[in-house]
């Protein structure tokens, strides 16, 4: 369709009406006006929409009184609007792949798709085309058989849905919370859990039904199962070289693998120097072995978790 046919039709009923130069004048500020949007179309069982709400909840420590913000973390089914939310410490690596995993065991199923903001935790690199996914986000996308689709910059509109769900979580759940007062990071929790179950049990205006019936009746069939066991976050790190130890030794320590405690309780699979991984066992854990202490060279001088030598040799 071009203006000057649309003008053509426009005289043809109004003879006397405005010329070509002014009819388009007037057809280009009756554009500006308008906001179109693409309707988003979503598949049972298709995307889950994740975000941290704007809003933070604060955590009181009974014995200090020192305050504490914990972040809200929402995630919303494309299809159902079925809501999950969790208060967590920070938007930091290991909260974040911790509240994914309780996401998905909520669900009791994985989603195909996952989409995101471009937070650091997830996207190391935010880009409109090729956007560079996180090492160890990718390797839980990848453990539960699920892709990472992050918004494109600036763009809120690709994750429409969450934005929603964050506002609802703000207004029915914090707004409600605004007054009461949590010693732990649990209890708060445990509120929100109360209260997001009542949200997904509400009817909703203009559907009829509640989240949680479409939910059953949609999302849940349609999701892939989750595997046998849940992911779990770990940090990689080298060990600095001991140079009185034999050199059987100081590759032990080389390639030694140091767990590290985190919010989820679990282990990841990234080493912060950016070096290659050891091999991983079927079910996306770091496959190690213990290393015995050599007595002669004292305690403490040996890694722990070591791989075997081995399967190093090729």
């Not at 179109?36 to 009974?62: N, S, Y």
């Not at 014995?63 to 973390?73: D, K, Q, S």
């Not at 996207?123 to 996914?133: G, Q, W």
């Amino acid at each position: 369709m071009t203006l000057a046919l649309l003008w053509e039709e426009y005289r043809s009923g109004a003879a006397d009406g405005f010329g070509y130069s002014w009819f388009c004048d007037f057809y280009r500020a009756w554009v500006g006006r308008l906001k179109p949007t693409l309707r988003q179309v979503h598949l049972a069982g298709e995307k889950l929409f994740v975000d941290f709400a704007g809003h933070t909840m604060e955590v009181f420590d009974g014995a200090t009184g020192e305050v504490r913000r914990a972040e809200i973390f929402v995630a919303v089914l494309g299809a159902s609007s079925f809501i999950y939310a969790e208060a967590t410490w920070s938007q930091a690596l290991p909260d974040w792949i911790a509240v994914h995993v309780n996401v998905l065991t909520f669900l009791g199923g994985v989603p195909r798709q996952i989409v995101c903001d471009n937070l650091k935790a997830g996207i190391t690199r935010a880009c409109f085309y090729e956007p560079l996914v996180n090492r160890t986000y990718a390797d839980l996308a990848a453990y539960y058989g699920t892709a990472i689709i992050p918004a494109r910059p600036y763009k809120a509109r690709d994750k429409a849905k969450v934005e929603v769900g964050v506002q609802v979580v703000q207004r029915w759940i914090l707004a409600r919370l605004r007054h009461r007062r949590f010693f732990s990071l649990c209890e708060l929790n445990a509120a929100i859990r109360e209260l997001t179950a009542q949200l997904n049990d509400r009817p909703m205006r203009g559907w009829g039904t509640t989240r949680r019936a479409l939910f059953e009746q949609i999302d849940r069939p349609a999701l892939l199962p989750l595997p046998p066991a849940p992911y779990e976050y770990a940090e990689w790190k080298r060990v600095p070289r001991q140079p009185r130890l034999p050199c059987r030794d100081r590759q032990a320590l080389l390639l030694g693998a140091v767990p590290a405690a985190t919010a989820g309780g679990g282990r990841a699979d990234h080493r912060e120097d950016g070096g290659d991984l050891p091999s991983r066992q079927a079910g996306g854990r770091p496959s190690a072995q213990p290393a015995t202490a050599p007595t002669e060279h004292g305690a403490g001088a040996y890694a722990e978790l070591a791989p075997a030598l081995s399967r190093l040799d090729a």
